[in-house]
């Protein structure tokens, strides 16, 4: 896999990106690591590297849901309402009239199956227009906030289970979590996934890991990078499950091993393999994926999905051979600042690609993960 040292080292030189760490593992452990480049001025980057991981953190959230349907206290198909009634306030939002937003009660029933799989209604702004508009127009504050009232701030874009669209669902399945089960998300999370995993790195506050947190760098207009403040909020009511956790490359690792050893790691149980053949089988019930179209260029570029791509409980989904990358059945996704990940069930491989940059998937990020996985393939 020597090659791959070569692509990340390009990457940085070319400034495609400003610094990478990079690991790969099959079932036993891992193997291959690489660093390079500055993760923050004057600290080269390692595997002991912080980041902040954002999305990430939804596939986290999704096994804690499993976790609790794995001991028979949640299905795929319960009602969100049936846990908090307050489900039902949320509106749809149905057009425009002139500047004022036009909104509907929603139809359907949103289940818990649509919340892990971005088909609930719920639609992130940065690829949604109609909700960044709504939130300019509606003066609502800005997501983030880490205030529970926030679950109830936005409009669904769209009826529960008629479209998918990128979005807060897994916000609200951690809130949905915490009232069926009675501990916070982030006890939860501490005692049911990262203690018995030995994730002494993953986090909800980044205290302990502050002299070796990641710097973010945002592309400017020259084109060049430069320090950006953006983080997820601190001491929240609620943290979301969406976005609210740190880790690291080793760390983030473990967690992807466990799944390529259906729920069990070193001795600990987290998931039945009945549970994790339900939470890595497609769930999307036939709805397709649609690109992402960016509404904040700073933030994100458009995404778009390769073909035969679907969605499972807790991960994008590929249902075709990649030639030259990942096979079928290969799951992962990523987190805004560029962190990246997949696990390859087939190939018995699970990789991390991470650094702290923005917008999301711009063209020379996207070229770099490309070079890597194919990298990574060859040289396997």
Not at 119 to 146: C, H, M, Q
Request: hydrophobic content about 40%; some cysteine.
């Amino acid at each position: 896999m020597h090659q791959a040292n070569n692509v990340l080292t390009d990457a940085v030189s070319a400034g495609k990106v400003p610094f990478a760490v990079a690991m790969v593992s099959n079932d036993e452990g891992p193997i291959y690591s690489f660093a390079t480049g500055d993760a923050k001025t004057d600290h080269l980057a390692s595997e002991r590297t912080a980041f902040r991981i954002y999305s990430m953190t939804k596939a986290v959230g999704s096994l804690a849901a499993m976790i609790l349907m794995d001991r028979g206290h949640l299905t795929l198909d319960t009602p969100v309402a049936d846990i908090d009634p307050t489900w039902n306030d949320l509106q749809v939002l149905a057009g425009w009239d002139g500047d004022r937003p036009v909104l509907r009660p929603q139809q359907g029933t949103a289940t818990i199956r649509h919340l892990a799989t971005h088909t609930s209604g719920l639609e992130y702004e940065i690829w949604n227009a109609d909700i960044l508009r709504f939130i300019k127009a509606a003066g609502v504050s800005p997501r983030n906030t880490g205030r529970r009232a926030e679950l109830q701030s936005y409009p669904l874009a769209s009826d529960p289970g008629t479209r998918w669209g990128y979005g807060t669902g897994i916000d609200w399945l951690g809130h949905i979590v915490e009232l069926v089960d009675g501990r916070r998300i982030d006890a939860f999370c501490r005692e049911e996934i990262f203690g018995p995993l030995g994730m002494r790195d993953t986090v909800f506050e980044p205290h302990a890991l502050q002299d070796r947190l990641a710097d973010i760098r945002r592309r400017n207009a020259e084109g060049k990078f430069e320090i950006s403040n953006f983080a997820p909020p601190s001491k929240p009511e609620l943290y979301g499950m969406g976005q609210a956790l740190y880790s690291t490359a080793p760390d983030y690792l473990t967690f992807l091993r466990m799944i390529l050893n259906r729920g069990t790691l070193n001795g600990h149980q987290v998931l039945s393999p009945g549970a994790m053949d339900t939470m890595l089988a497609d769930q999307t019930q036939g709805l397709p994926f649609r690109t992402m179209r960016s509404a904040i260029p700073t933030r994100s570029v458009d995404v778009t999905m390769p073909p035969g791509t679907t969605h499972s409980f807790a991960f994008v989904l590929t249902e075709r051979d990649q030639p030259g990358k990942r096979r079928a059945g290969a799951q992962g996704w990523a987190g805004i600042c560029n962190t990246h990940y997949w696990f390859d069930p087939a190939a018995n491989i699970a990789a991390v690609l991470m650094t702290q940059s923005l917008p999301f998937m711009e063209p020379a990020f996207a070229e770099t993960y490309d070079a890597f996985e194919r990298a990574i393939y060859a040289g396997l």
